[in-house]
Every structure is written in structure tokens, then in C-alpha cells.
């Protein structure tokens, strides 16, 4: 297997007594639209016409070739296109056989008008070969994506805009793997005593979502922050100037800044991360971490995020792991919030609010770095600095938070759909008012004794069709993820999910 770039396979179904032509042009016709929407991002194979137990062996035996690695390069998914009523034993024979356990989108060709009348060449059945071939899947207990119509062409825009959310699907599912290599995430100190609602969470529940955890300590981040030597320090510095201006940074406070940077770079160089969750407060200002003056780490966690290595405040695990999830399903910079201001009206708003880590991408221009406006009272102004100030552009948003629950073996996700209005917050910190439809009813939900979350989420901000995408793509790719952790021992899914709003309600 000679491609760095993620997989993508394909065959076509097929059944001997209806025009096998059908299955050859189909599957020209596949591939050139799979090349054409996502030939930067994926290479296609074709695996041919699958009628038969030896055509799905054959085919199988070709996707064994594409079978992920410890890199996680390889297959991430397949699309199994019916261009006529096909055999649903060969395609249920091809996905046991191949057992690569990825995401598989169902695709049938609609008939023609005036094509298809009965006895003529010209007739595809795919409307029924569709059902048969679900029925088989649920059999065995694989689970499919569906495209949104029931018959649709593979030149349509029905089915480009499919493609693209079975690509995210894919994306997604692929790096939430119990076996491989799976998610990376790197935790920097403990979580603050004073949020411990987001940070005593059950890594083992998240470690069912392939989930592993690196540490490293405040007292070695401490020590390898003040090795940093002139070189690395010099660069950092130039690299954080050129990013957020810093004019206005006292010098020792913007060298214990670079020396934090220079040191989670190379702690997630080293570690193969995805990303970071840090404790933020308030060890690292009193106790001065890393130099003369304590720090806010935001600066450097902004910058990180967007580089999409997500970085998360209070050591929230949980939160992070929405992050990535949102940035995985959209390719978008994620942020993460507290849900923190309401008002005595019916405007279905809420002010999105973090103390300033949010990447600089996200934002109206002039996003600064400055003090830490409520911690400076506590740790001294001189102490305080890193944090990042700055308003959250408008447009239309998806959020996202996954929930352990250790009491009963699960974790409840919520996600839902809003908009990020035009109007701008005077306050400090980093920061965004949302509108979400039936708001009231959200929030009674998720505090309901039966779930009672914590107070963070996770948030992307796009153009309306790329956040529809994205929530199709987390929708999808759940009935994998569950399939791949397993049943807990009270018989239950590993991942119950609610969604609250969609776009088509904005």
C-alpha cells in the first residue's frame, strides 16, 4: 500500500439476472465524482462488482491491503453503491469478510423515467435491493450510513453533499478506535480543586472512545521551562509576536510565555498528541512556573488550537474530547466555553465566556493578549498575564459535550445547532453571545437529575451547510464508535446521545 492519504474504498453491487452494465458504468461514474469532491483529501480504490461469496472473498482480500495501521493511515471507509438490485449476501459477505470495522455508505441509483418499465432493459429495482441489503446489515449487526434520499444519483447534489458528510463520518470514527493508535491527549497537571465537576471525569469510560492520556506535572513543566535555552526562547518569542502583536507584554512575563511554549510543543512532539488539557489556575501564577513572574498559559493554548491542536482550560477531559470531536467532523477550529450569562428576557440567548484561550482564527480582528482581569485580584496583575481578549465572530454554530457517567457505565452526549449573533460583548476574556432555539428546554435537560452536566462545551462557528455536515457527521459516526466499544455489562450502548437543535431551525 503505497498512499499516505486516508482511503477510501468502493465496489458495486451487483445481481446477475438485471444488466451488469449498470454496475460497470456505475462504477466509473463513482469513482469520478469520489475524485472530483474529494480527491485532495482521500485516495479511491475501486474493488470491483461484489455478486458473489467469491466476488466478496476476492474483494475482502484487496481491503485486507488497506487495513489501518498503527499511524492510523488506511481505510476509513467504504461505499457500497447499488446501480441495480444487488445481491445483499455478497455485500453482508464482503463486510464480514474484509472485517475492518469502518463506516459503510449505502448508495443507490434511482431509476429513470421512461426507463424503467417492466420486461425492458433499463430497469435497476434499487429501491428494493436497498431494503434487502439493510436488512442484512442489521443481521449481522453492522451498522450503515444512509444518504439522505432513498434513491439519489451519484451526480446529484443530494449526493455530493452525502459524500462530504461521510467523509467526516469517516474521519471521525477512524480516530475514535479502541485498537490502534487512537486519540492523544496530553494532560498538563491535574484539574483545579475549584472545578472539580469538569475534571474528576472516568478516563476508563473515554478510554472505550480510544482514548489514552500522557502526563506531565506542574513541578516537570517547571523544570523544562527554565532549560529552554536562548535559541528556542528567541524563536517562540518572534513566533508569539508575530501571531498576536504583544506589544504591551511586560518582557519577563512574555519570556515565562515562549519558555511554556517552547515546552508544550515538545511535549506534544515527543508524545504524539492531538492535543492538551491544562491546569490552568492558579499553581502556575502563584507559584511562578517556569520563571521570575507567573503566567497564564492561554496564549499558548490559543496558539495551539489553531494549529487544530485543540488545548483545553481546567484539565477538562471530558471538554477536550468535544473539541476534537467538532474539529474532526469539520475541520474547523474548535473552542471551549462556559455556558455563563443569561437574562431576564425571551431572546433564547446565552453569553459563551472563557477567561481567554480561545484561538485568535475565531475571532475579530484585534484579539490581544492581556492580564487576567479576575485573577489578577488574587495573584497580582504581574503574575497574571497570557490571557487573550476577544469577541467570537458571527455565524452559524455547532456545539458539542460528551458526559461520563460512572454510576451507570455510559457517557450521555449532547449537541445541537445555534448562531453566534453580530452583537458584542463588553466584557474581558474571550467571548461570544449565542442564539439557540428553545434554549430553556436545552438547559432544563441537560441539569435533569438524570444527567446534571458540567458547565463546559465545545463549539465550532461556520457557514450554515458545513455545520449541518458536521452534526450529520456526528450523528453517523456514534452507531460506529458504539460498535467498536461494546455493550456495557448492563446491556447498554456505550454513548446515549440527545440532540437539541438543527439548522433548518435558525
Not at 444487488?86 to 464482503?94: K, L, P, Q, Y
Not at 451498522?143 to 474521519?171: G, I, M, N
Not at 445555534?418 to 467571548?431: A, D, L, M, N, S
Not at 448492563?490 to 446521545?497: D, K, S, V, W
Request: glycine content about 10%.
Amino acid at each position: 500500500m503505497e498512499t499516505r492519504k486516508p482511503v477510501i474504498l468502493g465496489f458495486m453491487g451487483n445481481r446477475g439476472f438485471f444488466p451488469t452494465e449498470f454496475a460497470v458504468e456505475g462504477a466509473r461514474a463513482t469513482a469520478g465524482v469520489v475524485e472530483a469532491l474529494l480527491g485532495e483529501q482521500v485516495k479511491y480504490v475501486d474493488l470491483g462488482n461484489v455478486e458473489s461469496y467469491a466476488d466478496a472473498k476476492r474483494a475482502a482480500g484487496v481491503a485486507q491491503e488497506y487495513r489501518q495501521g498503527v499511524d492510523g493511515a488506511g481505510a476509513i471507509g467504504v461505499i457500497c453503491s447499488m446501480y441495480n438490485f444487488s445481491d445483499e449476501n455478497g455485500i453482508r459477505d464482503f463486510l464480514r469478510l474484509a472485517d475492518l470495522n469502518i463506516p459503510v455508505l449505502i448508495h443507490t441509483e434511482p431509476d429513470v423515467r421512461g426507463q424503467g418499465r417492466m420486461g425492458e432493459r433499463g430497469r435497476r429495482d434499487g429501491a428494493c435491493g436497498r431494503f434487502s441489503a439493510a436488512n442484512a446489515l442489521r443481521h449481522i449487526g453492522y451498522p450503515y450510513t444512509l444518504t439522505t434520499k432513498h434513491c439519489e444519483s451519484v451526480r446529484s447534489a443530494h449526493f455530493a453533499r452525502d459524500l462530504h458528510a461521510f467523509y467526516a463520518t469517516c474521519v471521525l470514527a477512524s480516530k475514535f478506535r479502541r485498537r490502534g493508535r487512537g486519540v492523544r491527549l496530553g494532560l498538563v497537571g491535574s484539574g483545579p480543586d475549584a472545578f472539580q465537576t469538569v475534571t474528576h471525569v472516568s478516563t476508563e469510560l473515554l478510554g472505550h472512545m480510544g482514548l489514552s492520556t500522557v502526563g506531565l506535572e506542574l513541578i516537570a513543566l517547571d523544570r523544562q521551562m527554565r532549560q529552554v535555552d536562548a535559541a528556542q526562547l528567541s524563536d517562540k518569542r518572534d513566533e508569539i509576536r508575530a501571531h498576536f502583536g504583544a506589544v504591551d507584554v511586560p518582557p519577563p512575563s512574555l519570556d515565562a510565555i515562549a519558555r511554556m511554549g517552547v515546552v508544550f510543543d515538545r511535549f506534544i512532539r515527543d508524545n504524539d498528541l492531538d492535543g492538551i488539557a491544562v491546569r490552568c489556575w492558579t499553581e502556575m501564577q502563584k507559584y511562578q512556573i517556569g520563571g521570575t513572574v507567573g503566567v497564564m498559559p492561554c496564549t499558548c493554548m490559543s496558539m495551539l488550537s489553531d494549529k487544530l491542536l485543540p488545548a483545553a482550560c481546567e484539565t477538562d477531559i471530558a471538554g477536550w474530547m468535544g473539541m476534537y470531536m467538532l474539529q474532526c467532523a469539520s475541520g474547523l477550529v474548535p473552542v471551549l466555553g462556559d455556558w455563563n450569562n443569561m437574562f431576564d428576557d425571551d431572546r433564547e440567548e446565552v453569553d459563551l465566556f472563557h477567561c481567554g484561550v480561545w484561538a485568535k482564527s475565531v475571532m475579530h480582528p484585534g484579539a490581544k493578549i492581556t492580564e487576567h482581569q479576575i485573577l489578577a485580584k488574587e495573584v497580582g496583575k504581574d503574575n497574571s498575564w497570557g490571557a487573550v481578549d476577544g469577541d467570537l465572530k458571527p455565524g452559524t454554530c455547532a456545539f458539542l459535550r460528551p458526559c461520563t457517567n460512572a454510576r451507570e457505565g455510559n457517557i450521555f452526549m449532547y449537541g445541537g445547532v445555534g448562531r453566534v449573533t453580530e452583537e458584542r460583548i463588553k466584557t474581558f476574556g474571550t467571548r461570544g453571545r449565542v442564539h439557540i432555539p428553545r434554549i430553556q428546554k436545552l438547559f432544563r435537560h441537560v441539569t435533569d437529575p438524570k444527567r446534571a452536566v458540567e458547565h463546559h462545551t465545545a463549539l465550532v462557528v461556520g457557514e450554515g451547510q458545513a455545520i449541518a455536515t458536521t452534526m450529520k457527521a456526528v450523528r453517523d459516526a456514534l452507531p460506529y464508535i458504539n460498535a467498536q466499544a461494546g455493550l456495557s455489562q448492563t446491556g447498554r450502548e456505550l454513548i446515549e446521545y440527545y440532540e437539541h437543535s438543527t439548522v433548518e431551525e435558525l
